[in-house]
């Protein structure tokens, strides 16, 4: 029986519920802490690559192991995936061929030096040959449209996601052309409060590879732009078995960046059968158990703006549904925060080398939804 | 093809199955699970083997297959003396996985478990202190009863070893103990009293853990600890931050008083009972200021507020909870927008917190009001998240945005999402009951809905509609009928019990219909729900009374129906009813008063929220979450009626007067006292000192205190202005008298010492006056002058001790400044001085452990009171509808620590926008100086925006003159300080204070008497006054009847 539970779900129940039944606590902390567990497994250059089922089934030793250091007596011990790292190392080929011919274990047998500094985040004697920082400027547009187009609630949400490796205790700073705009901002702990309150400068001293460093929120009080406009025709007959559907996508106030990745999905009803459609572009499927009709657009040409067209079958006798189908849209701006923040200069202090710094911005689709 | 292996199939069908067989075996195999029985053994014959061999790398095998049986869920227990012995391995990897094994199966095994305790207790005396922790964390994961002993030794020694890891490794083997043995209670508490001692940011979350565990009630251990672990707090790592907020929320429910009822109700009621005479109304003012927050309940609220920019979720919704349940109201809307942001997590975390949303939104609309569009609904929200958030819309709904959310409502209900349709349905009755405006409209909508197609829609509409008619029973007949109509086709019981009970209940106004109905009812009465028969039995009932002559029959057919109903519900309602209604001989008084009983007016429901009874629970926590109360649970005190002793708290200035003798004495001196002796972490912590605390607290302070202030602004201006009026005319007098002597010093500050004290008098004559008491009290005499006198000799003092320790500082921190990283005290030096003796391991343990805990030179204390009064900047008049005030916060200037802090509230009292409001030309006397605050973009009409700047006055009252401008227009505005706000208060201690009055008397020293009326001579009166006017603080004295004040 214990064969067919699978692994990460077992985790997940044991603990999310298992501080929780031995007394009252927080419960935002077991979710969040449950939610933290993943975190250090699968994200990019740490544990596993992707944390999946069977990832997890061949490595059981190691996530037993991590979990160990994570959690003691249903108490988070230590979640810094840095700080883990050094306690039990992440296997690679190379230290598992290692490990074997010099009977070394991938266990680090001294407690991490962040642990006890002030800089938990960051371990000492970090070395990097080429020294660099990357800064990913994401925002999402979460947005309603109403059917007539009009836009019933939009707002950003906007992460810096860095990747950093630079030699030793670099102290950095970034600062913005246009702090204020950021409205409500959450920092990794690293970030130093007090010179963000009076100056509206990011301090800190990065951890090593790649952390969030902030994430932000423009209000819903500025005006969001929108950059896609969806025009659309579903209509359900109530005599007929056939339905009409068609939607047409184009670009609206993009700052001349071009839109790419753009996913149309939606949820059709239940009456429908099945669909019979044609693009412009790009391919599209249905599937007819699910009722999920998606469509993989790519870019949009604003000289020829794609187009989904066709029909719908609907159950024999059935009458129509209420509700037109919500339309939900994946897109991507590259070179553009849709905000319109600007870093406007990144400097290092404490450190003599000169890294190499980059910078990137990207708009995406957050929670998007057109209503029809 | 396939009619290939058709062919092959009917060839050799049983040769098939035997493959097939043998597949189903290979593939299961490796897995092991479905193997023999006896193969099983022997795999673990050979995992014996392996772990018996020399080997490490095949003993480190062994583990691992072991470990991965355990994973799988399969008993390993039989290898358990073949793993014990390992347990002793150096390798570490081995060890960690026998760990792992031990606290699995030990609770099993207590014999054999045994063995392994010496290899504990010889690793606990490990010299790295990773094997020293990890050793403890297993020896206390191991459930045996037998070695509760050992365990409670190897805590106490953990808790006093050098290694802070090793510290919170004990703290987290405290709970364990517990849970094993609650006996050892008593003792464990020794331990956590001396844990919570602990300076290291590392152990406090764990300990505070232990002590929730443990012994939550004992507050009294929290005392001591209250402001170091408020201090702490932002450096603690995040799971630590939750678990003392939490804390730190229930013993400031136990120790402050409320800061809730202010003002409003206070005064309303003094008015009522008093005429507003002047008196009185300083009576009132006097009655008001007696509310001041305790600075520990405002240090509380002060140092948690950034942490509401954590992003960890958990602990962004324990500062709000903290917020919620101890801050003062106006404060809290502060949280709003932390909590907005943590809907953008997964979807666990939202729920809890739109949960925690929906009970705040209840008791407080207006906080989250702003944020109402965050929670519209999107089609990919799971059910749960959709009627959360409907909840909270239903909560935040009022006249001004009710037509935008039914707007909204109105394709929620179209929604393929049917429960969360229906869900919506009854949204819009609650509003409707809510808000009268839109009552009508609503039920006009709700019965546009009765035309669905989807039944479980229509039936909704109907309960709802039946709510909503109930009260208001006027003329609905028409909606009535329709709904009688919908008899034929809905099939929904409660759709359908609703509709004859209102039928019902206004059978006499329809009385066309009504009979019809119930005509229609005794038809198909048999196939009816339980509740559906109920109500028919009532429709009969009063149709029996109101119209007897039509129904009569009909109603005893229908008795007669529900007499032999399977239901017992049903039949003895018929019994009873029958009783009552059809007049015979045994029928008692009662069957008079049937109409009455069965018509008589009924109560309309009240449409209330689910979330109503949940804001008894403490927010964030799994009871609330839960409605019910949970084991464990903590119960949130209510606010006390008077505060408890506020010097319990008290530790610092003691520390601090031992902190002041020369380093090396000092030194002795606490390695001496301490019970673990790391001279150097002593030393560490010593010189980070609680300066850097202060600062930490002003950045966020200010903030926090101009929220209180806006509050009683108002009620303080008029006394307080006219006092400030005499107070800066006899100060300017003063001024010009002194320029000379001024000029010639550099820093002097004895003119301002001397305007000071001349406040101090005029103060204490002013009110004299207003009370109209012409003696004079001789003793009075002598005693205001000694303490004027001896307040601005401690102003003197301090201050130029001050610059003392501040050039000496200066130097230290650039040496250290890459180093020390932490945010909270950048002028601390930590001047760790590496003894030859330590281990490097040690040195490691060290470079954690400068906290800011109370032990600087000088530390710059908390304003002891901080006026309520405001000034005019600028004249809503003569600015042209813009209005600016500013008043004094009292906190440390944050652009440079010779500028005192101002902030400027600006008001747009226009009804358009007002553009770019920046500072222009600044005219400012030679050397002084002002940090201006950033442009404002724009303030919109009604808003108002505060802003602070700095200002250094180079310790002399002159006025700083700068143009205020907008877009259009510029206005010349000035401040002016008063003396006392150039001041800064110092912690120090009686003894401290009497040094260094004794170092300079002579020159800077001035005397004079003050006359005070006999009721202002009061300690609580006096130092009232004098922190009315300037920024001082108390030292704490022996003697009754002599105040002093640093500055």
Known sequence: MSRTTSLPKRIKIHFMFFPAILSDSTTVLEFQFSCSIPAPLHSENDYFGVCSEPVIKDNVVVVYEVLEEMLDNGFPLATESNILKELIKPPTILRTVVNTITGSTNVGDQLP?????????????????????????????????????????????????????????????????????????????????????????????????????????????????????????????DSSSLGRFEI?????????????????????????????????????TFDPVTKMLSWDVGKINPQKLPSLKGTMSLQAGASKPDENPTINLQFKIQQLAISGLKVNRLDMYGEKYKPFKGIKYMTKAGKFQVRT | MSSNSFSYNEQSGGGEATELGQEATSTISPSGAFGLFSSDLKKNEDLKQMLESNKDSAKLDAMKRIVGMIAKGKNASELFPAVVKNVASKNIEIKK??????????????????????????????????????????????????IVPIMMLAIKEASADLSPYVRKNAAHAIQKLYSLDPEQKEMLIEVIEKLLKDKSTLVAGSVVMAFEEVCPDRIDLIHKNYRKLCNLLVDVEEWGQVVIIHMLTRYARTQFVSPWKEGDELEDNEKNFYESDDDQKEKTDKRKKLYTMDPDHRLLIRNTKPLLQSRNAAVVMAVAQLYWHISPKSEAGIISKSLVRLLRSNREVQYIVLQ????????????????????????????????????????????????????????????????????????????????????????????????????????????????????????????????????????????????????????????????????????????????????????????????????????????????????????????????????????????????????????????ESPFKDRDHFQLGTLSHTLNIKATGYLELSNWPEVAPDPSVRNVEVMELAKEWTPAGKAKQENSAKKFYSESEEEEDSSDSSSDSESESGSESGEQGESGEEGDSNEDSSEDSSSEQDSESGRESGLENKRTAKRNSKAKGKSDSEDGEKENEKSKTSDSSNAESSSIEDSSSDSESESESESESESRRVTKEKEKKTKQDRTPLTKDVSLLDLDDFNPVSTPVALPTPALSPSLMADLEGLNLSTSSSVISVSTPAFVPTKTHVLLHRMSGKGLAAHYFFPRQPCIFGDKMVSIQITLNNTTDRKIENI???????????????????????????????????????????????????????????PPVGELLLPVAMSEKDFKKEQGMLTGMNETSAVIIAAPQNFTPSVIFQKVVNVANVGAVPSGQDNIHRYEE
């Open chain 2, 97 to 146: 996985l026998v760990y792992v094994y031990l606290v699995r199966y030990a609770e099993e095994q207590q014999d054999l478990a045994l063995l392994s305790i010496s290899t504990f207790q010889r690793a606990l005396k490990d010299p790295n202190q990773l094997i020293r922790a990890s050793a403890l964390r297993v020896l206390s994961s191991i459930r045996v009863p037998i």
């Open chain 2, 918 to 976: 920046h500072i222009g030309e600044k005219k400012l006397p030679i050397g002084m100086k002002m940090h201006v605050f950033n442009p404002i973009d724009s303030l919109e009409p009604e808003g108002s925006i505060t802003v602070s700047m700095g200002i250094d006055f180079c310790d002399s009252t002159q006025t700083a003159s700068f143009q205020l401008c907008t877009k259009d227009d510029c206005f010349s505005v000035n401040i002016q």
């Open chain 1, 248 to 284: 047409t996508v184009g670009p609206k106030q993009t700052m001349g960046k071009t839109i790419e990745g753009v996913t149309v999905t939606s949820q059709m009803p239940k009456g429908v059968l099945n669909m019979n459609l044609t693009p412009s572009q790009g391919t599209h």
């Open chain 2, 356 to 607: 925690n949303i929906a009970t705040m939104s209840i008791q407080r609309k207006g906080i989250f009001e702003p944020y109402l569009k965050s929670f519209y609904v999107r089609s990919t929200d799971p059910t749960m998240i959709k009627t959360l958030k409907l909840e909270i819309l239903t909560n935040l709904a009022n006249e001004a945005n009710i037509s935008t959310l039914l707007r909204e409502f109105q394709t929620y209900v179209k929604s393929q999402d049917k429960q969360f349709a229906a869900a919506t349905i009854q949204t819009i009755g609650r509003c409707a009951t809510n808000i009268l405006e839109v009552t009508d409209t609503c039920l006009n909508g709700l019965v546009c809905l009765l035309s669905n197609r989807d039944e479980i829609v229509v039936a909704e509409s109907v309960v709802v509609i039946k709510k909503l008619l109930q009260m208001q029973p006027a003329q609905h007949g028409e909606i009535i009928k329709h709904m009688a109509k919908l008899l034929d086709s809905i099939t929904v019981p409660v759709a359908r019990a609703s509709i004859l009970w209102l039928i019902g209940e206004n059978c006499e106004r329809v009385p066309k219909i009504a009979p019809d109905v119930l005509r229609k009812m005794a038809k198909s009465f048999t196939s009816e729900d339980d509740l559906v028969k109920l109500q028919i039995l009532n429709l009969g009932a009063k149709l029996y009374l109101t119209n007897s002559k039509q129904t009569k029959l009909l109603t005893q057919y229908i008795l007669n129906l529900g007499k032999y109903d399977q239901n017992y519900d049903i039949r003895d309602r018929t019994r009873f009813i029958r009783q009552l209604i059809v007049p015979n001989e045994k029928s008692g008084a009662l069957s008079k008063y049937a109409k009455k009983i069965f018509l008589a007016q009924k109560p309309a429901p009240l449409l």
């Open chain 1, 113 to 237: 030096t962040g642990q006890l500094s002030v800089v938990p985040w960051r371990r000492t004697g970090v070395k990097y040959t080429n020294n660099e920082a990357y800064f990913d400027v994401i925002e999402e547009i979460d947005a309603i449209i109403d059917k007539s187009g009009s836009t019933i609630t939009a707002e950003i949400q906007g992460v810096i996601d860095a990747c950093v490796k630079l030699t030793g205790m670099p102290d950095l700073t970034l600062s913005f052309m246009n702090p204020r705009l950021l409205d409500d901002v959450s920092f990794h702990p690293c970030v130093r409060f007090k010179r963000w309150e009076s100056e509206r400068i990011l301090s800190f001293i990065p951890p090593d590879g790649n952390f969030r460093l902030l994430s932000y929120h423009v209000s819903a009080q500025n005006l969001v732009a929108i950059p896609v406009y969806v025009k659309h025709n579903i209509s359900f007959r």
